[in-house]
């Protein structure tokens, strides 16, 4: 099921924060843009998640032309999958490699668990 809300953003000094007013008490900070819509999608899920699980109905969503501009702040819109945000909970697996294959992958310091998760998503995807 996706959802869409809107995010006020503030470009601050300091970088950058984001404000759902749809969502009460939801917000989130970023250094970057990237980093806060990361951020904020990831808030926009656990406030979503965390109702659903309470039984709490969702707030409509207010238009975005509705929302207020400054020089310092603009509107924007947050999408999450909430299946698919339910679905990514990590989990451990246990795998069997020969010896020296473990050896230089621990020589060349590559991570086991990126790296099984990437070749996955290549071959799933």
Known sequence: MKFIYP????????GFWAEFPDLEYT?????T????????????ELY????????????????????PCTDTTYPTLV???????????S????LTI?????????EKGINFSQLLQEALVEKTL
């Open 7 to 14: 995010a006020i953003i503030h470009d601050d000094s300091d």
């Open 27 to 31: 917000s989130s900070t970023g250094s």
């Open 33 to 44: 843009l990237t980093e806060l819509v990361t951020n904020a999608q990831e808030a926009m």
């Open 48 to 67: 979503i998640l965390g109702a659903l699980e309470d039984g709490e109905s969702l707030p409509t969503p207010t238009s975005i032309r509705n929302l």
């Open 79 to 89: 999408q999450t999958d909430i299946d698919l945000a339910k679905n990514s909970k």
């Open 91 to 94: 989990i451990k697996k246990t």
């Open 98 to 106: 020969p010896a020296w294959l473990n050896e230089r992958a621990l």
